[in-house]
């Protein structure tokens, strides 16, 4: 049983993607559950609120040992998901804490910058201008988070079987892509 993890960018329909692979393959999708059940396991709830608080609004700084527990916690439970199979993990570093694994395939869900900006000023009703401060500010702290607790760069195309650009693709057809790359991407690294 194979599992999935989908990276994505603000504003590029990354969740809808995942949504649609995990209804596609009769999947489950895990998303913030993942922080719930970290958090859980960590006893560290207002690490799972920072990370949650991805544009920094709630201002918590949790202790470094409460971090430390905290993404330990992260890595077992995407760890035993990947093992259980049949799943869409969204985002919490999972192309990089599953890297190494054959029955996992990495996707990013990418799109302009203009474009999210565009639906993420759209679905939440705000103007142009706080749009792109949200998105310019999420890019950000993906890109720290990855770097901070996973020593990898956000942008490394190396850490994705596959990159998705929904500027061109609606997240159906996007979702058929993936489903059609899976068996063929598991073979090929089966074959390694």
């Known amino acids: 049983m194979a599992a999935i993890t989908i990276s994505r960018q603000m504003g590029s329909l990354g969740r809808d993607v995942a949504n649609a692979v995990a209804a596609r393959l009769g999947y489950r999708m895990v998303w913030r559950d993942i922080i719930n059940q970290a958090a859980q396991q960590a006893g ?21 040992g409460a971090r430390r527990a905290y993404h330990d916690a992260v890595r077992r439970v995407i760890w035993a998901l990947a093992d259980e199979g049949s799943v869409v993990i969204v985002g919490r570093a999972g192309q990089v804490i ?20 565009e639906r993420v000023a759209r679905d939440q009703r705000i103007s142009l201008d706080a749009a792109r401060a949200q998105v310019e500010a999420s890019d950000r702290a993906r ?16 850490l994705y079987d596959v990159i998705i650009n929904t500027a061109y693709l609606h997240p159906d057809a996007a979702s058929s892509v993936i489903c059609e790359a899976l068996p063929h991407v598991l073979r090929a690294k089966q074959e390694q």
Do not use: F, M
């Open 44 to 64: 560290a709830p207002e690490v799972a609120l920072a990370t949650i608080d991805e544009l920094g609004l709630l201002g918590l700084r949790p202790s470094v």
């Open 143 to 158: 890109r720290s988070y990855l770097r901070r607790y996973y020593h990898a760069r956000w942008d490394d195309p190396e």
């Open 98 to 117: 599953l890297r190494d694994r054959r029955d996992v395939l990495h996707v990013k869900v990418i799109a302009p910058v203009q474009l999210r900006v």
